[in-house]
């Protein structure tokens, strides 16, 4: 299970972290065995339909569902992707799917940039929420803070040089 290159044609096995790649972002589940995910999804919409959405990632409040893997992909790609193994231990199969198992049907917070779906297929596998996705969002964010703060101070230098009287 333990891999750093991930294989798209590796079948899932029970404890595997799958990322489905929809059209704007990823989504993250994890593989419990015979076809079957435990994945987060938005409280208002259908099981079905739920993380096709967009309106998933602006959710403040999920579900934890255990689905079929093929109709939770959809049209969509998956691969596995344990991507974390080598930083970071799994723990043992079988805790793994008993703690997936206990969460079913409840609903959790959900905040993209600190409890995601990535966070929580993760934090069932290794006992750590991991998502680089999200570290990849904050980087982004706090640029765009810095290039548009810099724009203002620039914006303010070059009005009060033009409102001189001289």
Request: net charge negative; proline share 6%; charged share 20%.
């Amino acid at each position: 299970m333990a891999s750093s290159e991930p294989d798209p044609y590796n079948e899932p096995q029970p404890g595997d972290l799958i990322e489905i790649f929809r059209p704007a972002y990823q989504h993250w589940a994890l593989y419990l065995g015979d076809g079957y995910i435990i994945n987060l999804t938005p409280v208002d919409e259908s099981p079905a339909a739920a993380m096709s959405s967009v309106k998933s990632v602006f959710s403040r409040k999920a579900v934890v569902r255990m689905q079929l893997l093929k109709d939770v992909v959809g049209g969509d790609t998956f691969r596995v992707n344990n991507k974390y193994d080598d930083n970071h231990t799994p723990l043992p199969v079988s805790e793994i799917i008993q703690r997936a198992q206990h969460l079913i049907g409840q609903e959790v917070s959900y905040d993209l940039l600190g409890s995601n779906c990535e966070h929580f297929v993760t934090l069932l596998r290794y006992g750590e929420g991991v998502s680089e996705q999200a570290s990849r969002a904050i980087g982004a964010i706090s640029l765009v803070t810095a290039a548009a703060s810099a724009f203002s101070v620039l914006g303010l230098i070059n009005t009060r040089s033009r409102n001189r009287p001289f």
